[in-house]
């Protein structure tokens, strides 16, 4: 299983992104996903999650009502909307799957792991 992010970039407060994480493989299905993001000379911190059926959703306080998950299945793409963007979102995005997993918080629930896509926002 290889995971692709994209989507990231400059942006100005307030503004908007939507990452992308592109899955081989026929059981995308299958797969809990996780956004987790990564600030210069601070820990890796979750994000966001997708149960492995869609049907339900996890969030960081930091972010919940501004942005939103979701996986197209037959894209076997996962997506972060990112809304309202502050400076303190700046950080690289990483995209995680996990098999049956049910999108939680734990970086020990995804065994798969993408690239970062490096997401600034700023004036």
């Known amino acids: 299983v290889q995971l692709q992010a994209s989507g990231g970039g400059l942006v100005q407060p307030g503004g908007s992104l939507r990452l992308s994480c592109e899955v081989s493989?026929?059981?995308?299905?299958?797969?809990?996903m996780g956004w987790f993001r990564q600030a210069p000379g601070k820990e890796r911190e979750f994000v966001a999650g997708?149960?492995?059926?869609?049907?339900?959703?996890t969030y960081a306080e930091a972010v919940k009502g501004r942005f939103t998950i979701s996986k197209d299945n037959a894209k076997t793409t996962a997506y972060l909307q990112m809304n309202s963007l502050k400076p303190d979102d700046t950080a690289v995005y990483y995209c995680?799957?996990?098999?049956?997993?049910?999108?939680?918080?734990?970086?020990?629930?995804?065994?798969?792991w993408g690239q970062g896509t490096q997401v600034t926002v700023s004036s």
């Open positions: 995680a799957a996990g098999w049956r997993g049910l999108g939680y918080s734990s970086p020990a629930e995804y065994a798969y």
């Open positions: 493989g026929r059981t995308f299905s299958m797969y809990s």
């Open positions: 997708n149960s492995w059926s869609g049907g339900s959703t």
